[in-house]
């Protein structure tokens, strides 16, 4: 195993640093990463009044298209200015994607063979199901989704070759600008609590009520859900170099996890615990081995976190403590059918799949192979989503980019790194047991925003841990000596 050499400081070193002037190309290729990041982080404030889906432009579609432009431009200098092909595990998941618009344009081509059977999607007994789709327009509509969600992995690719284009204190503007956006959306969540202003989504009880769900700016409080875990993962990730004390990190924390709860979004308040269980748990082990080992724990820095919270509780109880207590019992109660063969399985869910299953039961090879290049219907589960658009070998080729991402990922990174990284992909996988992440761009590119984050963080703590792979890796610039013979 080659040996890595560091700084004398203890820092790793910069990948693609060198010596003299910055080339031209690299130049404009660090402004459009920068434009890329502005917008990733400004995104936020400018959802702010979201409207229900129409036929109009979205504004919200194009600047992510925008955004993605400006990402692969900026890796395409870099890497064209350099003569080198992308590293060897993005270069597949490159590949992958590219395999997956060959199925777009195949169930494109067969649409007109295929239209006895997209006739069944016509059916939507519940308005669960979604709006009708024309598939001639809705199969490019979700290609163009599919490059501009994976469009960050051109930010990973930049991250690699040369890392003073993405450099933690970049990160961690951005990620600044995306906790202000995630503050201005908690108040507007909490004054629909507190009756000030309208709600925007309602929760539909089973005896036909219906009660206001806390979305903040957005339209649904799912889009108000992964703007709240990834600001409480990036908060825990980024820690003081926020340059903020913790007493204000945990202040937020608190603050993201109690809008989560009151939104009533399960599956945002479940990816909510497990970020803050998974992190407080090594914090936790950590004082532990401090104290063991003579060290001194700061017990009134922990008094004040933890009383301020019990303040802020204890105020938000008293001011809003009815409509609260609602929410909690709805959360608790309304959980629909615990039967996966009834339409009320999980409010409506249920009805999909069955009514899903039941069309693929019709369906030929071909679909089971490619499948219908879009979804007829909105199908509230990734996997369920992938296998409608892609078929049986999307399911392959989106596996193989996600294990890949991790994977190279975690060639990257020491011993602390690693937690982080698999919180990450835990919270995107449980995410989509009932939404869809990988057909949401923002979430993709927040998503993408962690895992830059991570290896920003990883790569200035020098835990003395680095794996084989990471220093063997061709297509990485890091200083390696004494290399096996």
Known sequence: MGILTTP?????????????????????????????????????????????????????????????????????????????LPPRPLLLVAGALALLLVSSAVSFLLVGARSDLLDLFDVRRYPIYGAHLEPRSAIPAEALRLVVGFAPIALLGLMLMRRSLISTRRLVLVTGVILLGALVHCVLAWLQVAGVIPYSFYFELANWQKIGRASGGYYH????????????????????????????????????????????????????IVIVAAFEARRVRGLIASRRAGGRVDRRSALLVGGGIVAVAAVAGGLWGGAIWERVRVALTEVGSLDVRSDTFMHGRGAIWNDVADILGRSSA????????????????????????????????????????YRLARAQLGLSGRLPLLVLFATLLIFGLTQKPLAYPYFLWLFFLGMLAVLAVDAETDDGVRTEASVRSDDSESVAAGRPT
């Not at 204000?248 to 945002?268: D, E, K, M, P, W």
């Open 221 to 272: 409080p799912m889009s108000l859900g992964r703007l709240l875990i990834f600001a409480v993962f990036l908060i825990y990730v980024l820690g003081d170099r926020l340059r903020v004390s913790a007493a204000v990190r945990y202040g937020l924390i608190g603050l993201f996890v109690a809008t989560g709860a009151v939104s009533l979004h399960r599956f945002t308040i479940l990816c909510l």
């Open 8 to 84: 004398a400081s203890g820092t790793r070193p910069e990948a693609g640093h060198r010596d003299g002037p910055t080339p031209r190309h690299e130049q404009i290729a660090g402004y459009l990463a920068v434009g890329a990041l502005a917008l990733v982080a400004v995104k936020p404030l400018l959802d702010i009044g979201e409207k229900k889906s129409s036929g109009g432009i979205d504004l919200g579609v194009v600047l992510t298209a925008v955004g993605a432009a400006l990402m692969i431009g900026a890796y395409g200098l870099v890497a064209l200015g350099a003569r080198r």
């Open 366 to 405: 071909d679909v089971w192979l490619f499948g219908f290049g879009y979804e007829p219907w909105d199908m509230h589960n990734d996997l369920i989503r992938i296998m409608i658009i892609w078929g049986i070998t999307g399911i392959v080729l989106v596996g193989a980019i996600l294990l890949g991402l």
